[in-house]
């Protein structure tokens, strides 16, 4: 039984892998628990056909929750945006934030995008790729707040 999410229903859709590329996919949409953030997971439907969603939609359902409490993020929600080949990808948008340094005027926010493929992984793999992201914009933003 799934731990850290809710099944809101599935889809059956195509993912276009490339230009002369494409698999058939069953989209997971769910809800990770506890930080209730909704997010939707393409899975291969050969996968899904042969295990169900609980392997690939557990892990990553884990990944958005952890994201969900970094001490730097204020928020976060699921989109979809065009990756460097022109083609939709499934992103978690967190919005990162600082606190205002005394004598400025914030708040000090920007957003991330973070490919969802990045928070199913191990997570030991997952934080050594999510928190470098993470660190690259709050040093950004205290640079920012310094000036």
Known sequence: MAENYI???????????????????????ATATPSGVYFELAIPTI??????????????????????????????????????????????????????P???TGPFTQQLQVPIGYLGTDADIRNAVVDPMIQTVVDRLTATASN
């Open 7 to 29: 099944s809101q229903g599935t889809y059956s859709d195509i993912q276009v892998l490339g230009s002369n590329s494409v698999q058939n996919v069953v989209v997971v949409q």
């Open 47 to 100: 996968s899904y056909n042969a295990g169900g969603e609980e392997a690939f939609v557990e892990p990553t359902a884990e990944g958005v929750n952890y994201l969900a409490n970094h001490a730097n993020v204020s928020g976060v929600v699921y989109t979809e945006d065009l990756d460097n080949n022109g083609l939709i990808q499934s992103y978690m948008l967190a919005t990162i934030t600082i606190p205002t």
């Open 102 to 104: 005394a004598g400025r």
